[in-house]
């Protein structure tokens, strides 16, 4: 027995905001996880410190399956963000406390490695085709075997996954919510066109991966993944809104190109429908939006059922944390598909020192005991909490739309 002495929440932002829980037990080990919600962070903070740090307090830090079932039935008020990434954040700490009391890396401890590393994708993203392709060769220099591609549209001013800072993607904002517009129309003429050139310069050696973001109708989205058939797309990401599972019905009637969603999904509930019904071919929910490691275990475990595998979110709201996480959590499944991989700021990775390494276009957690990451509490400090709101879009006669 190991009896959890101690809890509490680090609210820190290094370049973005991040929301950590530490455990602590009687006998001196502690574990970290990450409960970031991109614009929300402080909602999660009152739910930790004011609802679940007080139960933590004295139970067995090695009663994982436990305490996720306590945190979940107990509550009445199941699933949802929050409650969902107060949970994940105390199953994450929970693994890393376990996995550094037995001295071994965490994937050992969910059964070992099933492969040599994590196949992880970069963002490559320009104002223009000619940018966008010439970021994904940059990509493919460094070693990745896999690139999403992102392009601006002809017309519209902003375009999701477009930036300035080609080395990371980073959409939230300080001061009230920032208004993009947008038209689906432009779009879906735009974006064959950069597929068609990607296959022309990169070559079909290479994955390529994209993301509509939630903003296309189930028909609108049938027919551009029908268009991007020719060029074979590692996946077509978040095609639709993923409220109404039943969309996705529709869109694979009509198109082979595969199809992945969840991100924004907080239990397996979420994803049932498409995971039996064969939807989609690749489940994206993250570790701190899902409950933690023990319930992207189980998410995976039925997504084997029926050939579905997994590719985690990875942007850079979820902290090195999360990455690790993920990392250890894909490397011990057998439907491992493929893992989002931003790059955090230098200030992120000074306070998240972490042992996950990047080689030949796969990510390795490491071999360090427990998750192999940690935070620089003192440096923490230095960097305060910043309010921050994810954008909003609006069609180009001002209706609001799905961002």
């Known amino acids: 027995m190991s009896k959890i002495l101690s809890a509490r929440v680090i609210l820190s932002s290094p370049g973005r905001n991040f929301t950590t829980l530490k455990i602590e037990t009687e006998d001196g080990i502690y574990g970290v996880g990450d409960a970031t919600v991109n614009g929300r962070e402080l909602a999660v903070v009152a739910y930790l410190e004011e ?176 268009d991007l058939e020719p060029y074979r797309l590692f996946w077509l990401e978040d095609a639709v809104p993923a409220e109404n599972q039943e969309n996705f019905r529709l869109i694979r009637q009509h198109s082979t190109t595969p199809l992945a969603v969840g991100e924004v999904f907080n239990t397996i509930w979420d994803c049932k429908q498409l995971i039996e019904e064969q939807l989609i071919d690749y489940i994206r929910t993250a570790a701190v939006h899902a409950g933690g490691i023990t319930q992207l275990r189980k998410i995976a475990n039925f997504a084997a059922l029926y050939n579905v595998r997994t590719g985690c979110h990875g942007a850079t709201d979820l902290s090195p944390v999360t990455m690790a996480a993920a990392l250890h959590f894909g490397l011990s499944v057998s439907n491992f598909g493929i893992q989002e991989f931003m790059h955090h700021t230098e200030e992120t990775n000074r306070v998240f020192p972490h042992s996950y390494v990047f080689e030949d276009g796969y990510l390795h957690p490491g071999e360090k005991p427990g998750l192999g990451v940690d935070i620089d509490e003192d440096l923490a400090r230095s960097f305060p909490y910043q309010r921050a709101y994810l954008p909003i879009n609006r069609l180009e006669d001002g209706t609001m739309h799905d961002w």
């Open 51 to 226: 609802h679940v740090i007080p139960c933590l307090i004295g139970r067995d830090a090695h009663q994982i399956e436990d305490i996720w079932q306590y945190l979940y039935k107990g509550a009445y008020w199941r699933r949802g963000p929050i409650t969902m990434c107060a949970i994940a954040a105390v199953d994450m700490a929970l693994w890393d406390i376990k996995a550094k009391i037995a001295g071994l890396p965490l994937y050992q401890l969910l059964g070992g490695a099933c492969r040599r590393g994590n196949l992880v994708y970069a963002h490559a993203n320009g104002e223009d085709i000619e940018e966008t392709l010439s970021e994904a060769e940059k990509y493919i220099a460094m070693g990745y075997r896999a690139v999403r591609l992102q392009c601006g549209v002809p017309g519209l001013k902003s375009t999701y996954g477009v930036t300035s800072d080609k080395a990371r993607y980073e959409p939230a904002g300080t001061g009230l919510p920032a208004e993009n517009i947008w038209s689906t129309e432009k779009y879906l003429r735009a974006v064959p066109q950069l597929f068609a050139a990607a296959r022309e310069t990169l070559g079909w050696d290479i994955h390529l991966l994209h993301d509509t973001h939630h903003r296309l109708t189930p028909i609108q989205a049938a027919r551009l993944a029908k």
